[in-house]
C-alpha cells in the first residue's frame, strides 16, 4: 500500500550513495554501492534526518549536501 498522508504509515525512507546518486528503498538494506562500493547513506550525515526522496541532493531538514562534490576524496 503506498504512502499517503490519510494512511498513517510512514514514509519510504532511501539509502544513497553519496557518491554516484543512485539511490534504493531502505528496506532492502543494502549498505554499500553496487556501482562504486561506497557505503550508502540512510539519513544526513549532518543532523541525522532519513532520506525521504530518491532524488535528494539535499537534506529537506538541514539542508547539508548528501552527495559529494568534485575534488573531495
Known amino acids: 500500500m503506498p504512502h499517503s498522508a490519510s494512511s498513517?504509515?510512514?514514509?519510504?525512507?532511501?539509502?544513497l550513495c553519496?557518491?554516484?546518486?543512485r539511490s534504493v528503498p531502505a528496506t532492502l538494506g543494502e549498505?554499500?554501492?553496487?556501482?562504486?562500493g561506497t557505503r550508502l547513506l540512510t539519513g544526513c550525515p549532518v543532523?541525522?534526518?532519513?532520506i525521504l526522496s530518491?532524488?535528494?541532493?539535499h537534506c529537506t531538514h538541514c539542508g547539508a549536501a548528501l552527495l559529494?562534490?568534485?575534488g573531495e576524496p
Do not use: E, K, W
Request: charged share 5%; hydrophobic share 20%.
Open 68 to 70: 559529494s562534490t568534485r
Open 31 to 36: 549498505m554499500f554501492c553496487s556501482n562504486d
Open 8 to 15: 498513517g504509515l510512514p514514509p519510504p525512507t532511501y539509502a
Open 54 to 57: 530518491p532524488f535528494a541532493q
Open 47 to 50: 543532523c541525522g534526518q532519513p
Open 18 to 21: 553519496p557518491t554516484c546518486g
